[in-house]
Structures are given as structure tokens and as C-alpha cells.
């Protein structure tokens, strides 16, 4: 069973405030992408990456991929209250393309 | 512009009922995902459906079954639903499962089972 854990689960940052998520398996993805949800919603594509190594950047936030394609992590600069949310990375497996979720870091920003 | 529609939005059942949730796309995605979200443990797959007429098992089928009525509905049942089920169950589609596309979610229908 392929698993994707986040770190961490929960934080709680004060506005401009830098930050970072992490995502992290034991399994090769071949692209990995991020969500953000908000309550009473289905998840939203943030950002999808492909490549071994790629960042791509989103306004504040910037999204890695590893080398490996094992691991990936999502930067916000200078974190705003709308930044607020549920944000969940999600895997594509190489053989069944199905995709797994993180279990989530949910993100509270204070004004 | 409709997106992913999932009914009923709020259900609330005895243990041993059973249900149906119907999600419907009107995006000509030809794959289809049931996941399940439970506090703490993100979306967990339960059932997808490849392309019309084909369904595979996810992370946590026990418990369910799914039809994948045509291209635009992919369906999910509890036949005897058990408090374990209690959950926010999101349907969700994608234009093709090789795609590295968007994964487009309903709202989410919250399920409570007593």
C-alpha cells in the first residue's frame, strides 16, 4: 500500500509568517499534486508536478517535487488569514493510476 | 456550469440501512473516484471507475459497492450501513486516470450513521 504522510498536521502561524509543508512517502509517484480545502467544500487543485526536481512557484506559494519523485513540500512566503485551510498532497501511482491523499496539514493563519 | 454534483448533501442512518449516493459530471471526464474523509486521515479511496464500465477496487472498499451507471454517473452504496461509515464522502472525476489533470470534487455528501 503506497502511503503519503504530511508534516506537520496542524499549524498555527501568525500573518507573515513563512511556512512550510511536507509530504513525504516511500513510493515513486509519477507527478504528485497539491489541494487546498475549505471547510463544507471538495477539495481545489493548487498545483500539479511532474518532473524530479521541478519547483513551481503560485504567487506566495512554491511547490517542489524531488528528485526522487518520493517527497515533495509547498512554501508559503509571508502567510495571510486567506491562506487558511486544509492542504493536501496527492499522488498518482505509476502502475494503477489511482490517486492517494495525504492524510492533510490543516493551516491556521492569525491576523 | 455545474462541475461534480453529489445528493443527498446530508443523510443520516440507522445501522443496517441502506443507501445510495448519486454523483453526476457533466464535464465528459471519462474516470470517476469515491473517496471517503474522515477527521485526521485526509481522502481515502474507496472506489474508482476507470472509464465507462469499469470499476476497481480503492484503499477501503469493504462495506461498498458502486455502479458506474453511463459516462456521466458513478454511484455509491451502503447495503447495511455500520457507525464505521459515518464520514464526508466526496465523488470526483477527471478527464482521463493517465492525466496528470485537475481532479474536479463535488461538494461532499456528509453521512451519519446511528
Known amino acids: 500500500t503506497q502511503l503519503l504522510e504530511q508534516s506537520p498536521q496542524f499549524l498555527s502561524i501568525q500573518e507573515g509568517e513563512n511556512l512550510t509543508v511536507y509530504c513525504n512517502s516511500s513510493s515513486v509517484f509519477s507527478s504528485l499534486q497539491w489541494y487546498r480545502q475549505e471547510p463544507g467544500e471538495g477539495p481545489v487543485l493548487l498545483v500539479t508536478?511532474?518532473?524530479?526536481?521541478e519547483v513551481k512557484k503560485l504567487k506566495r506559494l512554491t511547490f517542489q517535487f524531488g528528485d526522487a519523485r518520493k517527497d515533495s513540500s509547498l512554501h508559503i512566503t509571508a502567510a495571510q488569514p486567506g491562506d487558511t485551510g486544509l492542504y493536501l498532497c496527492?499522488?498518482?501511482?505509476?502502475?494503477?493510476?489511482?490517486?492517494?491523499f495525504g492524510s492533510g496539514t490543516r493551516l491556521l493563519v492569525r491576523p | 456550469n455545474a462541475g461534480v454534483t453529489q445528493t443527498p448533501k446530508f443523510q443520516v442512518l440507522k445501522t443496517g440501512q441502506s443507501m445510495t449516493l448519486q454523483c453526476a459530471q457533466d464535464?465528459?471526464?471519462?474516470?470517476m473516484y469515491w473517496y471517503r474523509q474522515d477527521p485526521g486521515m485526509g481522502l481515502r479511496l474507496i472506489y474508482y471507475s476507470a472509464s465507462e464500465g469499469t470499476t476497481d477496487k480503492g484503499e477501503v472498499p469493504n462495506g461498498y459497492n458502486v455502479s458506474r451507471l453511463n459516462k456521466r454517473e458513478f454511484s455509491l452504496r451502503l447495503e447495511s450501513a455500520a457507525p464505521s461509515q459515518t464520514s464526508v464522502y466526496f465523488c470526483a472525476s477527471i478527464l482521463d486516470r493517465e492525466s496528470t489533470g485537475e481532479l474536479f470534487f463535488g461538494e461532499g455528501s456528509r453521512l451519519t450513521v446511528l
Open positions: 464535464m465528459n471526464h471519462n474516470s
Open positions: 508536478v511532474v518532473t524530479g526536481g
Open positions: 496527492a499522488g498518482v501511482s505509476d502502475s494503477s493510476y489511482k490517486l492517494i
